[in-house]
């Protein structure tokens, strides 16, 4: 089970923490996860994603420089640190786990297997 926390209303150009928690299970560390998220009548898209030992990350083309994902296997938590906000990054954010062993950052939502309820982030403008 994933529980994300950290959503809210910010304006734009600041800075928003998400952070999501895993129910303890022997099989975190070993799972890549990831953010996704949605607008209202949008599909779901990839945000960013960290493999099981941090050694790739991949980010959207349009998060590049402002989104920073990490993990902490020892809490079985993820984090999301976004900067320079904007209007068009309010949406649902969803934190996801891969139960694929394979090292590498899947970009689509067919790829994970659990996923949190999402926590809502408004940007103002």
């Known amino acids: 089970q994933l529980v994300e926390s950290g959503g809210g209303l910010v304006q734009a150009g600041g800075s928003l923490g998400l952070s999501c928690a895993a129910s303890?299970?022997?099989?975190?560390?070993?799972?890549?996860l990831a953010w996704f998220r949605q607008a209202p009548g949008m599909e779901r898209e990839f945000v960013a994603g960290?493999?099981?030992?941090?050694?790739?990350?991949e980010y959207a083309d349009d998060m590049k420089g402002r989104f920073i994902i990490s993990r902490d296997n020892a809490k079985n938590t993820v984090s999301l640190q976004m900067n320079s906000l904007r209007p068009e990054d309010t949406a649902e954010y969803y934190c996801?786990?891969?139960?694929?062993?394979?090292?590498?950052?899947?970009?689509?939502?067919?790829?994970?297997?659990?996923w949190g309820r999402g926590t809502q982030v408004t940007v103002s403008s």
């Open positions: 996801a786990e891969s139960w694929s062993l394979l090292p590498s950052v899947p970009l689509t939502p067919d790829k994970y297997n659990t």
């Open positions: 303890a299970g022997p099989y975190f560390s070993a799972h890549t």
């Open positions: 960290i493999n099981r030992d941090s050694s790739m990350i």
